[in-house]
């Protein structure tokens, strides 16, 4: 399930094309993406490690799955099948909002993206694809937050952008 192409949009999300994942990256063209955020029943946040062999964000930390939807893939469809793919976990999503961000990353490389956030509830054992993920944890939103403001270069740059928004949509 490895996804080569993404998806480019404008500031609406409207779909203008597709290029090569990487030459997005490093164009920094803007592209749809999607970030899958777990909780469990203890309201715990399941996250991943990323893999050491991803071409950026390698070994950071970030929300339990995240992906870009393909030519035509309805994007709620494309998160649930990554998540199953990524995680080993099929549960239902929900939408909860969406956000365009751009950031340098390493490597030389640029994320775009327009990033619609889903978020769902599963009391699984994840059981993850080595191929993406090196490791997974569970953890509450008050020591994410503190480890995110101790130690920000542990996690992934979306993460650190989408995670207070979505959390404050939650409250509400």
Known sequence: MERNEVLLVDKNDNAIGSMEKLVAHEQGHL?????????????????????????????LWTNTCCSHPQMNEIVL??????????????CDLEWVYSFIYKEKVENNL?????DH?????SNEKPMPNLNEV????????SDISSDVTQNPAHYTVWFKKALPELVKRMKK
């Open 31 to 59: 592209h749809r993406a999607f970030s899958v955020f777990i909780f469990n029943e203890k309201d715990e946040l399941l996250l991943q490690q990323r893999a050491d062999e991803k071409y950026h964000g390698a070994g």
């Open 77 to 90: 469809e494309g998160a649930k099948k990554r998540l199953q793919f990524e995680m080993g976990i099929d």
């Open 110 to 114: 640029i994320e775009h993206e327009y």
């Open 117 to 121: 956030v889903f978020k769902g509830y």
């Open 134 to 141: 090196k490791d997974y944890k569970w953890m509450s939103i």
